[in-house]
């Protein structure tokens, strides 16, 4: 980084041609630089220089050749456009999962878009009671629609659901018993596993029945008097069938209604409506389990929803008061950014009135195969055209999935945009790998999948502005073989 150019007759050719680098302000001041920090800001630019300049001179003593000039001011906008470059790209989800955690979850309603940006660009009453001119509770901009939408006495919403379940324990069964079945000891992906977080809330963890099979009986001998909650953590991830039996929400609500203790349900994903309406499997609702006599219900805002993250807690007025009134929760509140879009999304329920077409989630979810497939065959050329030669195209029918652990049975009827190499080889793995790499490194990267030894295209979370930038960027990337372009295959 900070070699010196050390004067002397002793000096080597290479250390010679170090002294003749341009200068910082030199490369700074040609008109491709200097353009670029009017776009980009000059300590950006200037930064990206610099690694430039060092960048040749560690180099340079070992190949013994300095880079020209032209070459140090490509090589620095390369730098600075990467340094400005957005770590969190939109990228375009060709995977067929919905609600893909890796990728954001759920996009939001254009009236949640509107409402986030409205509440960046101005104040907005956010604890504060407009009638009174006094300070208000944040809740209160929620929880009468989230009340009204759940049937719910009372309500609060958290970061997301893991700390809904996280604050519910602490409040509810802090330094007590909490009773939960072995066959809902889940792990959701990121690290949220139930007896950590139960260890977390300084819960004593008390595991009933077995991991197929938990009775009501199970439950009933489990309870002490340092019993405080019985738990039910909805399986989202994974199924348990065959030789199996569970106990339902109204069984355990009364036996917790009559042994003095709470009934708590971690729904995760939980829907506000029942989907079947549209066709769609049927996952539970908070209402259901609220209105069979559980104390505390939680769901996340991300998931089926389609609203922001978050996790939303509803229950008995007395229950959600000891939640609400926790010092945690003041650690784990959301911001007004979050409030405003959950609020447009949930008015958007509260209206009734075209949801699949309004949220984002929803629409995704109940396109037909029709519909993708006649997506898949709009872009279908573009992506061959760029996989290039050795792949064979066809359009063919797949199953996407819910995603985030919604029904992680179920599968959609969907159609793809399939890839398959013409010749099958032990090289073909590698292939499908690269190759799904490169349309990765196009400016808005492209996500699909291997299945099957073939790369699949699934257009169920194509929109129609996605299929025109991507299009668009498939164009611009053809032919292959021009400059600047990923050039990784042989032309
Ligand atoms: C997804 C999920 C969670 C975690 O929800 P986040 O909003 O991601 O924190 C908790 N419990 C269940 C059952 C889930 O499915």
């Given at each position: 980084m900070s070699s010196k150019i050390l004067p002397g007759p002793g000096e080597s050719t290479s250390e010679?041609?170090?002294?003749?680098?341009?200068?910082?302000?030199?490369?700074?001041?040609?008109?491709?630089?200097?353009?670029?920090a009017d776009a980009l800001g000059r300590p950006l630019v200037k930064r990206a220089v610099q690694r430039a300049l060092s960048q040749a001179r560690d180099?340079?003593?070992?190949?013994?050749?300095?880079?020209?000039?032209?070459?140090?001011?490509?090589m620095a906008s390369g730098f600075a456009r990467e340094d400005a470059a957005s770590r969190m790209r939109p990228v375009i989800n060709l995977t067929g999962t919905v609600i893909h955690t890796n990728l954001g979850r759920a996009l939001l309603a254009e009236e949640a878009i509107v409402s986030v940006s409205q509440a960046m660009r101005g104040y907005s009453a956010l604890e504060f009671d407009v009638a009174s001119g006094e300070r208000g509770d944040r809740d209160d901009v929620i929880e009468g629609l989230i009340c009204q939408l759940t049937g719910a006495e009372a309500a609060t919403v958290v970061n997301n659901c893991a700390a809904a379940v996280l604050l519910s324990l602490v409040a509810l069964g802090g330094r007590k018993e909490v009773i939960i079945s072995r066959g809902e000891q889940i792990e959701i992906g990121g690290a949220f596993r139930m007896p950590d977080i139960m260890r977390a809330a300084n819960c004593r963890l008390v595991e009933v029945g077995t991991t197929n099979r938990t009775h009501l009986h199970d439950y009933a001998s489990a309870i002490t008097p340092k019993s405080a909650l019985i738990v039910k953590a909805h399986r989202s991830n994974y199924a348990v069938t065959g030789f199996t039996s569970e106990v339902g929400d109204a069984e355990l609500a009364a036996l917790a209604k009559r042994s003095?203790?709470?009934?708590?349900v971690d729904l995760g994903s939980g829907a506000l409506v029942?989907?079947?309406?549209?066709?769609?499997?049927?996952?539970?609702?908070?209402?259901?389990?609220l209105s069979k006599g559980a104390d505390?219900?939680?769901?996340?805002?991300?998931?089926?929803?389609?609203?922001p993250q978050a996790g939303i807690i509803v229950g008995s007025r007395a229950a959600i008061t000891r939640i609400k009134r926790h010092p945690l929760k003041r650690t784990l509140r959301v911001s007004k950014?979050?409030?405003?879009?959950?609020?447009?999304?949930?008015?958007?329920?509260?209206?009734?009135?075209?949801?699949?077409?309004r949220l984002p989630v929803l629409a995704m979810l109940t396109r037909s195969r029709d519909a993708i497939r006649e997506s898949c065959m709009r872009v279908g050329t573009a992506l061959a055209n760029y996989a290039g030669p050795e792949f064979e195209l066809s359009i063919e029918d797949c199953a996407s999935q819910i995603g985030s652990g919604a029904l992680p049975e179920e599968k959609l009827p969907s159609a793809a945009v399939v890839l398959r190499p013409r010749l099958v080889s032990r090289r073909s793995g590698s292939l499908l790998k690269q190759?799904?790499?490169?349309?990765?490194?196009?400016?808005?990267?492209?996500?699909?999948?291997?299945?099957?030894?073939?790369?699949?295209?699934?257009?169920?979370c194509l929109s129609i502005a996605d299929e025109a930038l991507l299009l668009g960027q498939l164009r611009d990337a053809q032919p292959p073989g021009i400059a600047?372009?990923?050039?990784?295959?042989p032309a």
């Open positions: 010679q041609n170090l002294r003749h680098l341009p200068s910082v302000d030199r490369l700074l001041g040609s008109s491709a630089l200097s353009s670029l180099h340079a003593p070992k190949d013994g050749q300095t880079p020209s000039e032209q070459a140090l001011i490509s003095g203790v709470l009934y708590m029942d989907m079947s309406a549209w066709g769609l499997p049927r996952e539970p609702l908070p209402s259901d389990s505390v219900v939680m769901f996340s805002g991300d998931k089926l929803l389609g609203g950014l979050v409030l405003a879009a959950l609020e447009a999304t949930l008015r958007v329920y509260d209206s009734g009135h075209r949801l699949h077409e190759t799904l790499t490169r349309f990765r490194s196009l400016p808005t990267p492209v996500v699909g999948r291997i299945n099957d030894q073939a790369i699949l295209f699934d257009c169920r600047g372009g990923q050039q990784d295959r």
